[in-house]
T-cell receptor, first 110, second 114 residues
C-alpha cells in the first residue's frame, strides 16, 4: 500500500543553519505530495504542496521539489529561525486519502 | 475566518469507560475527517464524511468507535469501551468541496486511557 518515510528525528540546528528533512514515498501512480507543520499546541497546517512531477512547492522560505525518479519530496530551507521549531509531516494524497509520514521534530537553538 | 474547533482539548479516562469528542468544521466545508495520531506516528484517517454521508470508514474500529455528522455540520466521535491503546490525539479536519481540496486541521483532543 501507499506509504511515506521521513528521516528520523529529532533534528537540532543552530539559527541560520541550512535545513534538509528527507521524505520518500511509495505509491502507484502519481500522488500529490505535501508538507504539513505542527507548532506546539496547534493543529497541523499546510506548509507547501506539489501536484505533479518536477513541481516545486514553496512557502515561508521552505521549498520541496517533487522528484518522480527518486520518489522523494525533501524539505529544505536556507536559513532557519527559532520560530521554525515544530514537527514536520510529509504526506501524499491518492485515491482521496492523505497518508502521513511519522513526523520529524525540529528544534532551532538561538 | 474561524478555524476548525474541537473539544475537549484533553481527556483522561479509565479503560472500559466511554468518551466522546466534538468537532465544528469551518463554515461551508462539505468534507469532514477524523484522524488518530498516536505518539511518534503520523495521523491516520479514521473516517471521512461528505456532507452527512460516510465516504470512507475502512480504518475505523467499528466494534468500539462510532461517528456521526449532524445535519452535515458538527460531528462527534465516540469510543465505547476505551482501551489503553486508544491513547492518542484525535484530530478533526475539514475541506471545502471535496477530498482534493486543502484540509484544515483543528488543534486536536488529547486522550489518555489509564
Amino acid at each position: 500500500g501507499d506509504s511515506v518515510t521521513q528521516m528520523e528525528g529529532p533534528v537540532t540546528l543552530s539559527e541560520e543553519a541550512f535545513l534538509t528533512i528527507n521524505c520518500t514515498y511509495t505509491a502507484t501512480g502519481y500522488p500529490s505530495l505535501f508538507w504539513y507543520v505542527q507548532y506546539p499546541g496547534e493543529g497541523l497546517q499546510l506548509l507547501l504542496k506539489a501536484t505533479k512531477a518536477d513541481d516545486k512547492g514553496s512557502n515561508k522560505g521552505f521549498e520541496a521539489t517533487y522528484r518522480k525518479e527518486t520518489t522523494s519530496f525533501h524539505l529544505e530551507k536556507g536559513s532557519v529561525q527559532v520560530s521554525d521549531s515544530a514537527v514536520y509531516f510529509c504526506a501524499l494524497r491518492r485515491a482521496q486519502k492523505l497518508v502521513f509520514g511519522q513526523g520529524t521534530r525540529l528544534t532551532i537553538n538561538p | 475566518e474561524a478555524g476548525v474547533a474541537q473539544s475537549p482539548r484533553y481527556k483522561i479516562i479509565e479503560k472500559r469507560q466511554s468518551v466522546a469528542f466534538w468537532c465544528n468544521p469551518i463554515s461551508g466545508h462539505a468534507t469532514l475527517y477524523w484522524y488518530q495520531q498516536i505518539l511518534g506516528q503520523g495521523p491516520k484517517l479514521l473516517i471521512q464524511f461528505q456532507n452527512n454521508g460516510v465516504v470512507d470508514d475502512s480504518q475505523l474500529p467499528k466494534d468500539r468507535f462510532s461517528a456521526e455528522r449532524l445535519k452535515g455540520v458538527d460531528s462527534t466521535l465516540k469510543i465505547q469501551p476505551a482501551k489503553l491503546e486508544d491513547s492518542a490525539v484525535y484530530l478533526c479536519a475539514s475541506s471545502q468541496n471535496g477530498p482534493g481540496e486543502t484540509q484544515y486541521f483543528g488543534p486536536g483532543t488529547r486522550l489518555l486511557v489509564l
